[in-house]
């Protein structure tokens, strides 16, 4: 089963209800945001292996191309320009589509490999811990999200630590759930962009409940709308200082019996009404 845990907006805490939930249900760990992947630096994977992500990107024959520009009007995403005497491409726009090759009248394009990411597994436990990373100046992150979607562990759970917001990389991260967790905070913006993410997962017609992280009794933003909508709150974690000094440290946090207990009733609540 694929849990995917996800909120409308960065920074409400999906890495930390996402790890240390792994860590409780024993299961799989997948960081799913490959632009920023972090949850590795909690769970501390050992064993640690990695291979490349590799797309195709158009390679033309200087012999055969006769700057027609059958190739650049077939191209619609700008990754082809004709010039004076060659076909310039700006690989990093190239969406290895194909179409420039169906295009060319005398097969002048064959394809070569280009690396764009890596995706690195490991083992803690009985746990498989796997992440994609996204190299430094690569714009699309999909390449490296659909190559780590496409191997999951097959038996248990796996938590799918999905990027922030309500993008396609969510999208295609939410293709893969059989139920997703939401995060929020209780802030204005946690409610407006909670609005969007709860949206997109009833369109896919997924399971659902909600985390409330950085819980403040005395801030009220969330509690009519989940009422209205009726959402399954699966609980909440406090607002304290100590796990904001905890997550500067890479800690976990089930070592502190508060947080745990916090996270065992959460625990309680999904195998109760999700699983």
Known sequence: ?????????????KTTISTNLALLMKANYIDCDVEEPNGFIFLKPE?????????????????????????????KFNALAKGKDRVILFDKLCHSCGACGLGCPTGAITYRKRTTGIIEEGKKAEMILK????????????????ELLSDLPVDGINILDSPPGTSCNVVNTLHYADRAILVTEPTAFGLHDLKMAV????????????????????????NKYIED???????????????????????????????????????????????
């Open 199 to 222: 949206e997109l997962v009833k369109t896919f017609n997924i399971p659902f409940g909600l985390i409330i992280n950085k819980y403040d009794e005395k801030n009220q933003y969330l």
């Open 47 to 75: 064993e640690t292996k990695a291979k490349d992500v590799q797309i195709e990107v158009p390679d033309i024959d200087k012999e055969k191309c006769t700057l027609c520009g059958a190739c650049v009007k077939a191209c």
């Open 131 to 146: 992440r994609g990373i996204l190299n430094i100046g690569e714009p699309m992150a999909v390449p490296i999200l659909i």
């Open 229 to 275: 909508e009726n959402i399954n709150l699966l609980g909440h974690i406090p607002y304290k200082k100590e796990i904001a000094i905890s997550y500067s440290k890479g800690k976990t946090l089930l070592d502190n019996e508060e947080y745990k207990e916090a996270f065992l009733h959460i625990k309680e609540k999904i195998e109760e009404e999700l699983l």
């Open 1 to 13: 089963m694929n849990i995917v845990i996800l909120s409308g907006k960065g920074g409400t805490g």
